[in-house]
């Protein structure tokens, strides 16, 4: 199975788990309006912040690429979201060989960002537009400008998704969770976890999940 058609099972997994199968229509088992597209836009101005681009502010501060990875992780899960509500997952696949640039080229990723931001509210707004496409090949030019490629996203995205299901199964909505594993965020564990064994399941990563929080709860 390709990692991108892995990743769209795992997410309507997640989605129907968290908002029942109504959500599929666009609201949530609660009656909630969901726009995935608004979720997308507002991610990847998020993104856009983590770069240093303020002209009055740190103005010889480091850009948060790490960061900028876990938002382009947060805007796939949304785009994901998306394409199973509209009904066509398999354009996705096309993707799936995408080529990485060598190194990061910040002020090409939040062009490519703000274009995608416009995209993405010009048809929230407008719901006559298709942009489920354009969004998608923004964004994969975005992950490649930012040396990412599909295992990578694969990788950072296969910990998202499993400690989201791991917080929702120990009461993270209820705030009986424990968040903070020690000295570091649980996000922190889940990481090292990933890249000490590579080449871990979904299913194997959240029982590694489980050893790790039965030492601290």
């Not at 010889?60 to 066509?88: C, T």
């Not at 929230?124 to 489920?132: C, F, I, M, R, T």
């Amino acid at each position: 199975m390709s990692q991108i058609k892995k990743m769209f099972e795992l997410q309507q997994q997640l989605n129907d788990n968290t908002n029942g199968p109504e959500w599929r229509s666009g609201i949530t088992k609660d009656g909630r309006y969901i726009s995935w597209l608004r979720c997308i836009y507002m991610e990847a101005t998020e993104a856009i912040d983590s770069f240093n681009w303020k002209h009055w502010k740190d103005i010889e501060g480091a850009h948060d690429l790490d960061n900028v990875k876990v938002e382009l992780v947060d805007i796939w899960h949304f785009i994901m979201s998306e394409a199973i509500h509209f009904g066509d997952t398999q354009f996705a696949q096309s993707y799936e060989n995408t080529e990485s640039e060598r190194q990061a080229n910040p002020e090409l990723v939040i062009e490519i960002l703000e274009k995608l931001v416009a995209v993405a509210s010009g048809a929230n707004v407008d719901k006559s537009q298709n942009a489920l496409y354009e969004i998608t090949g923004l964004f994969f030019k975005a992950l490649a400008t930012m040396s990412m490629d599909v295992p990578e996203l694969y990788k950072r995205y296969l910990v998202k998704n499993q400690l989201n299901t791991f917080r929702r199964k120990y009461g993270y909505k209820e705030g009986t969770y424990i968040k903070n594993w020690g000295a570091v965020e649980d996000n922190v564990i889940a990481f090292r976890i990933m890249e000490e064994h590579p080449d871990l399941t979904s299913e194997q990563l959240y029982k590694e999940l489980e050893k790790e929080y039965e030492l601290i709860s």
